[in-house]
């Protein structure tokens, strides 16, 4: 056979072996299952900048499993940041949508939603860090850091540092006032006074003389992270150059840093998980460098959250219909030491996250392991 004729019967093979490599493919990725995930999150009001982050690590997360040939249809309602109408949206998911799995957000959202999921098979994803979020039968897990977390680390610190006297700073909702709830089991022999701060306040130089924060070793901010924390960091810093900043996970996201400057941020201590640091996995890396190419922007914690919470969905759902196994039992069996874009965490029996948790500190506007 002389080597025209080989070099055309290989040709002929491999092309041969490409369509039926293909065809398989294809008719894999046909016959595979639908699956359906709804999300209720506040694009609009009052959350809307978190909520629209946590969107967008959804949509990342959906796309990269579309690619790898799952079927997904993906319905996001807008809670419009109220509970009511949140719930009205999740209603549409479970009854005409059908969805296999709902991810809410914020807290009050979530607490709520659990009622009517109750007896149902459908997994409930919470970005919520609640200590009530789970306290029912649902079958709803956490996939945010737990306000336990953040209070046992802040609490080791301020016990360190040999702190009496603490001001908290605490966002009125159930985010702000379940943190602030935890902290004070923690910090049992500590006085921790509380001032209650909405979402709409700019100006605080009335409340910090009012609490005449000089009198305390420390104050505490339990907040989102958003505009709000800047604005309160910066005025008691220019009350008070000197006094120590706690914070907590939020408050050491890569969006907080971006609206501060080192001036006010050096010394200001946090609650974190290596995700905010900076010390990515390589699942982190690889989801930083797709986040930057489709938003053009850096990565914080709502995004790296809700992209976990989905691909860790459908690990638990091809598992499920392997096995018939179902609800939030099977987290923990699938899910201890594994490595996911926030970095290390196992799921409990209880469909609670344990997160590996650090504490961090700002210095020259980064954040740095403490």
């Not at 209720?40 to 990269?64: F, K, M, R, W």
Request: with cysteine.
């Amino acid at each position: 056979m002389n080597k025209k004729v080989l070099f055309g019967v290989i040709a002929v093979v491999l092309v041969a072996l490409l369509g039926w490599y293909f065809l398989v493919n294809k008719k894999s990725s046909e016959t595979r299952e639908t699956v359906k995930i709804g999300a209720v999150l506040p694009l609009t009001g009052s959350s809307s900048y978190y909520g629209n982050l946590d969107n967008q690590g959804i949509l990342i997360a959906v796309e990269h499993l579309k690619n790898q040939g799952y079927n997904i249809e993906y319905y996001v309602e807008d809670n419009m940041s109220n509970t009511s109408t949140g719930m009205t949206a999740a209603k549409k998911l479970i009854d005409i949508n059908k969805v296999d799995a709902i991810i809410s957000t914020p807290s009050s959202l979530s607490l709520s939603l659990n009622a009517i999921l109750e007896g149902k098979d459908i997994i409930h994803i919470a970005i919520s860090n609640h200590e009530d979020l789970l306290k029912t039968n649902s079958n709803t897990i956490r996939a945010f850091s737990r306000a336990e977390d953040d209070a046992t680390i802040i609490g080791d610190f301020v016990k360190e540092k040999s702190m009496k006297k603490i001001m908290a700073f605490v966002l009125n909702s159930d985010y702000g006032i379940g943190l602030y709830s935890a902290l004070t089991e923690k910090m049992e022999n500590i006085t921790i006074d509380k001032e209650l701060i909405d979402f709409n306040t700019k100006d605080f130089k009335n409340i910090i003389l009012k609490n005449k924060i000089d009198n305390y070793d420390a104050i505490i901010i339990l907040e989102y992270g958003t505009e709000l924390s800047a604005n309160l960091i910066k005025q008691i810093r220019e009350y008070n150059k000197n006094i120590q900043l706690i914070g907590t996970s939020s408050i050491a996201a890569s969006s907080v840093i971006k609206k501060m400057n080192s001036n006010i941020t050096d010394g200001l201590v946090c609650a974190s998980t290596k995700f905010d640091v900076g010390i990515y996995t390589t699942e982190g890396e690889n989801f930083k460098l797709l986040y930057a190419q489709k938003y053009n922007d850096e990565i914080g914690m709502g995004q790296a959250y809700s992209y976990d919470a989905v691909v860790n969905f459908i690990k638990y759902y091809d598992y499920s219909n392997k096995t018939g196994e179902k609800g939030r039992l099977v987290y923990s069996k699938l899910f201890k030491d594994t490595e996911g874009v926030v970095g290390k965490f196992s799921y409990l029996e209880n469909g609670d996250i344990a997160l590996e948790m650090v504490l961090a500190v700002y210095r020259d506007g980064k954040v740095n392991l403490y």
